[in-house]
């Protein structure tokens, strides 16, 4: 017997395997830097410039496209809409002239992925409310295998052939998902009483701060760690497989993160990923060689372990009609600190002549966050 569309198990599973492609291109560009350094004569600087442009748009629109969602009743429309973006920035970036070429082209990506986050997880908490914990761990987990997957195929496909050819190659999945959920999802129902300004709570924007501020401490570690690896003398593909296994503690952290939500609220999971990101930074700074790629996956660990947390945390703060709306806030404002981050770290890493210096100021980022987490909703109602 088939599945019914709007049965919760078939959006569940819709929605996961939409998540590894969509975190997939998340994680992709890190795998790109080393060829794109080469052919354009980049230096750390400029990468963070182009990783901020990467994500720029995700992060300011994800709000809007939540709150559009909520009041017109578009989330079908607008995760369509865009994977297909995402499909065209990267082939757009595949023919590149320039650097500059590639920041202007690179903003669609940007677009592309500021429309998921906010819908999957009002489909699914719609569908699991009193579960959603769990649920959007699950969720998580695929996202973490497309995490997992991106730099090791990338940086094989990019010695194989080139990073041209591997981006043209990467869009399809991006084209061939929209058209899946085009067609595979009912549209959602309008909610016209629904206002922007509503949703944006202290509570709300206080976890989107909290969140935001480990969010910058993960994304730079993950951006410019295959850079960073290369220029340590590791192969391309060695540096990408070496981050692909990092990132594979994903693949636990989300399910659990989500799992603990539930269990004793958001604020406590928030407390233990601070201390644990502080701790791992720290030892990143004084190590080198293997033990830092193990502080790495540490601070990936913790990180993850927040994304499903965030998402529940939100949907409840906002209540089922602005889901999209509250989701789009926490990951719009996390996302928009990432990027604007990492140009700074790149910078600096420039200044201080050397990109592991520069990582290492990153703990000051974390304690930062340790005061906004005691002040976060004790539980999760």
């Known amino acids: 017997m088939f599945v019914k569309k709007n049965h919760k198990l078939f959006i569940l599973t819709v929605f996961v395997s939409a998540h590894v492609v969509n975190d997939f291109y998340v994680t992709v560009l890190p795998a790109f830097l080393p060829a794109l350094s080469d052919e354009f004569n980049l230096d750390y600087g ?72 906010p819908q999957a997880t009002a489909f699914i908490v719609s569908r699991y409310p009193d579960d959603r914990g769990r649920m959007l761990g699950i969720h998580g987990w695929g996202g973490s295998v497309g995490h997992f997957l991106a730099p090791a195929a990338v940086t094989i496909s990019v010695a194989a052939f080139s990073w041209r050819f591997s981006m043209l190659v990467i869009a399809l999945p991006l084209a061939l998902m929209a058209l899946f959920l085009r067609f595979s999802l009912e549209e959602s129902e309008p909610s016209s009483s629904v206002t922007l300004t509503g949703v944006m709570t202290k ?61 004793i609220g958001g604020r406590t999971v928030f407390m233990y990923a601070i201390v644990g990101t502080i701790l791992s930074v720290a030892c990143f700074a004084v190590s080198n060689g293997a033990m830092s790629l193990v502080a790495i996956a540490l601070i990936s660990l913790f990180g993850f372990s927040l994304f499903p947390v965030s998402l529940a945390y939100a949907s409840q703060l906002a209540g089922p009609k602005q889901t999209g709306a509250a989701v789009g806030a926490v990951f719009g404002v996390s996302g928009l600190m990432s990027a604007l981050a990492q140009p700074v770290v790149g ?29 976060l909703p004790k539980n999760r109602e």
């Open 347 to 375: 910078t600096l890493a420039e200044q201080m002549g050397s990109i592991r210096a520069a990582l290492s100021w990153l703990i000051v980022v974390a304690l930062a966050a340790f005061p906004i987490a005691f002040t």
């Open 46 to 117: 400029e990468l963070g410039i182009l990783s901020l442009t990467f994500t720029l748009l995700s992060g300011v629109l994800q709000p809007i496209f939540g709150h559009r969602a909520d009041r017109y009743g578009q989330r079908r429309l607008i995760v369509s809409v865009g994977f297909l973006a995402g499909a065209v920035g990267f082939v757009a970036m595949a023919a590149a002239p320039s650097f500059w070429f590639l920041i202007a082209v690179s903003l669609l990506c940007g677009l592309g992925g500021a429309s998921y986050h």
């Open 203 to 263: 509570e709300l924007i206080r976890v989107a701060v909290a969140f935001g501020l480990l969010s910058v401490v993960m994304r730079s570690f993950l951006t410019f760690a295959v850079k960073m690896l290369v220029d340590e003398g590791w192969t391309g593909q060695g540096a990408g497989l070496a981050l692909s296994s990092v990132l594979l503690v994903g693949t636990l952290a989300q399910p659990i993160g989500g799992r603990i939500y539930d269990r």
